[in-house]
């Protein structure tokens, strides 16, 4: 493919080179290296003018490392004077903008002599006046807002468009100036489900938390399967309620990312008491963070089905549970039709016969 450079970041090389493979293209010759002070350094081996660059960078392993590592490959290409500088981001970093659960101000815990003040009473003399309450600072708890800053980086620093996956919160688009592919991998997972799951016509959908309902659904509607749903209370963690019935069936527990593998595994226990007949768990990026392999390993969960998103070579290694799906040719597929300036929304329907 002509005026088309493929370049790879330290994150997730191998992914980098199986793109390459199915493009028809070698990777980019590009070195990355650190200062004795563990400053990056980029060096970009070829030409690149007015070629069209694509960076293969995920937010995995050292994410802030790698980030500034993008950062700086995307300077060094409008250095080198590329035509577009292109973001492929399989899992995007600090994508999981955690909204803060409590923006109440600081109080004391109201005592009796509070609630008298605040209660209604006619004063005669200014005297009486209930004195205030002690030791209320009026202080108030702010979580930071990342991904206005991540965006505006990585817009700052060059980029013309962003390619990425299943954002765990598809409203992440709006921080960005700039085009945004956010794609999804149920129509291959739909795939891998209809080709390794004997009984899935009756197996169930299961969203492991409220917030998962909606990805849920979408699969359930292109298998054309039931769906559940598992109620967790944020403020007991520990109290889990099922909405369905699972007994003697295959349940598919879905969502987009298994970090700690907490949810996921204290999901997998409730489906088992309830009488689930088999678990398979479904996630496209799979951090699996902490003691995440070792709570997957002792859990009830028969199947772990997740994407080449992030490096799995370590944990398919320490947890025969993993099977891994390459999204390798998705990726591929978009370069190639972003680059001749062809459609991509057929990608997001159900036709396509990806390989996995």
Not at 168 to 187: A, E, M, R, Y
Request: aromatic share 6%; with cysteine; hydrophobic share 35%.
């Amino acid at each position: 493919m002509n005026n088309l450079v493929v370049l790879s970041g330290s994150a997730h090389p191998k992914l980098t080179q199986q793109i390459g493979e199915k493009l028809g293209i070698p990777v980019g010759k590009v070195t990355l290296s650190k200062f004795s002070n563990q400053e990056t350094n980029v060096e970009i081996h070829q030409s690149i003018r007015e070629n069209d660059v694509y960076i293969v960078q995920s937010g995995c392993g050292q994410v802030n490392d790698n980030l500034i590592e993008l950062i700086i490959m995307i300077g060094a290409c409008r250095t080198a004077s590329a035509r577009r500088v292109i973001c492929v981001c399989p899992f995007f970093p600090y994508s999981r903008n955690r909204e803060p659960e409590d923006l109440s101000f600081d109080e004391p815990k109201e005592t009796e002599a509070n609630k008298k003040a605040k209660a209604n009473t006619t004063v005669m003399d200014l005297s009486q006046l209930p004195e205030p309450p002690k030791n209320q600072t009026g202080y108030k708890h702010w979580t930071a807002s990342s991904g206005t800053l991540i965006a505006n980086m990585i817009t700052a620093a060059g980029a013309d468009q962003i390619i990425t996956l299943d954002l765990h919160d598809p409203q992440f688009q709006g921080f960005f100036d700039i085009p945004v592919d956010n794609l999804t991998s149920q129509p291959l997972i739909a795939k891998y489900i209809r080709d390794n799951i004997p009984d899935y016509k009756d197996a169930i959908i299961v969203s492991p938390d409220a917030g998962g309902a909606k990805r849920a659904t979408a699969l359930s509607e292109i298998l054309n399967t039931s769906i559940g749903l598992i109620h967790k209370d944020r403020k007991n963690k520990d109290n889990m309620q099922l909405v369905g019935n699972v007994k003697d069936k295959t349940c598919i527990l879905f969502d987009d990312i298994v970090d700690t593998a907490n949810t996921i595994t204290k999901a997998a226990k409730l489906l088992h008491e309830q009488g689930a007949k088999r678990i398979y768990a479904v996630a496209p990026h799979a951090i699996l963070s902490g003691d995440a392999l070792t709570l997957l390993n002792e859990s009830f969960i028969d199947e772990v089905i997740v994407g080449n998103t992030i490096p799995q070579e370590e944990h398919v290694e320490k947890c025969p549970k993993i099977k891994v799906l390459d999204f390798a040719s998705m990726f591929a597929e978009v370069i190639r039709r972003i680059h001749n300036g062809e459609s991509v929304s057929f990608l997001y329907g159900d036709s396509h016969n990806w390989e996995y």
